[in-house]
């Protein structure tokens, strides 16, 4: 689907050179949610943006759909990139137009017939759930509703491939899963192949299948989220894992407890204890020592097939052990 090889950027001011990618080799699979997580600095929007030759890459090539973008002319890269859709950080919308005439840009650039026009931006606002704002203007809209915009206007002229350049860092935590869940369903429904760049592993866990760790113009590790996640090779991918303390919540089925052991309850064979006192079976999703003020405390979360009674019983038990529960999943 997309295959960018060799690809170094550097760019130049005079006698000044900065080498913001160097020999990027990865693929994108037709379908997936790519994330490319890094550091500010770290190449992320130069690599996003080469995808599109926005940015003219220095040596390389970007294949999309088995064409070599860096090849084309000016016609046919413009042909070439309504195949690709793009949506942004500060959602570049333009202010004077209403919402519907937002969406309705591209395909006026292209001189779509106003019925197929009318017919198609109706149906982006439906399913952005944008309807009743059709003739609103985005100073009147949250952020993100504005990014919904973007995402319609940017699925306009029927991509194959969204690129997503930090398009939730301005959203706040709740916001940003509700556009994230929507860039999921999109990809789903509309088997549309997903690059999102951003620098929380947040967006990474909540929504990519795949995941490429830029650090320094480099590619330091790339792999399945879930792989990345379990066995993080790099220092860079430690950091950007050491984020997240939740699971993914497929993998929450039963009650889900987060066990925090200090130094008066880390030698006790607790979990072993609560699995033959009462009889229940107990699967641990993860655990991980953690340092607060130079102190271990060990933390384990863990999956307990237990009903409401057990389970007051069992967090009651290991309180008294001297273990801090949380119930992060109680259904
Ligand atoms: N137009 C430009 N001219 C010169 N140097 C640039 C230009 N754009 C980016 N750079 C440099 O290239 C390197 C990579 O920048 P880039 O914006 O791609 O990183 P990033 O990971 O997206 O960072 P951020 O998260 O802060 O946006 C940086 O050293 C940056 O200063």
Redesign the pocket.
């Known amino acids: 689907m997309i295959r960018i090889e060799n690809l170094t950027k550097v760019?130049k001011?005079g006698r000044n050179e900065?080498t913001?990618l160097r020999d990027i080799n990865l693929r994108v699979e037709r379908g997936d949610i790519f994330g490319i997580i890094?550091?500010?600095?770290?190449?992320?929007?130069?690599?996003i943006r080469c995808i599109n030759r926005i940015e003219e890459p220095s040596e390389g090539d970007i294949w999309v759909n088995d064409v070599n973008l860096v090849t084309l002319k000016d016609a046919e890269l413009r042909a070439t990139r309504k195949k690709i859709g793009m949506i942004f950080q500060n959602f570049n919308l333009l202010h004077s137009k209403t919402v519907f005439e937002n969406i309705a840009f591209p395909l006026r650039l292209t001189n779509t017939p106003e019925q197929v026009i009318r017919d198609r931006v109706n149906e982006l606002l439906s399913l952005v759930e944008l309807s009743e704002k059709a003739q609103v203007y985005p100073s009147q809209l949250s952020g993100g509703q504005k990014q919904r915009v973007g995402i319609a206007r940017a699925l306009a002229s029927a991509p194959d491939v969204l690129l997503c350049d930090?398009a939730t860092s301005a959203l706040d935590p709740k916001t940003t899963k509700q556009i994230l869940s929507l860039l999921k369903s999109i990809n789903r429904t509309m088997g549309l192949t997903i690059v999102i760049?951003t620098?929380e592993m947040e967006v990474i866990k909540e929504i990519c299948n795949r995941v490429a760790i830029?650090e320094g113009?480099m590619v330091v590790e790339m792999g399945d989220t879930i792989d990345i996640f379990s066995k993080p090779g790099t220092e860079a991918t430690k950091h950007f894992v050491e984020q997240i303390h939740q699971l993914p919540t497929h993998l929450m089925n039963g009650k889900i407890l987060s066990l925090s052991f200090t130094e008066g309850s880390a030698g006790e064979p607790i979990i072993s204890r609560i699995i033959k006192d009462f009889d229940v079976e107990i699967n641990i999703l993860s655990g991980t020592i953690e340092y607060i003020q130079e102190k271990p405390i060990g933390k384990l979360i863990i999956e307990a097939a237990v009903d409401g009674h057990q389970l007051i019983d069992i967090v009651d038990y290991l309180e008294k052990n001297h273990v801090k529960v949380e119930v992060l999943k109680n259904e």
């Open positions: 760019y001011k900065v913001a890094g550091l500010s600095g770290a190449g992320k929007s130069s690599l930090e760049i620098h830029l113009g």
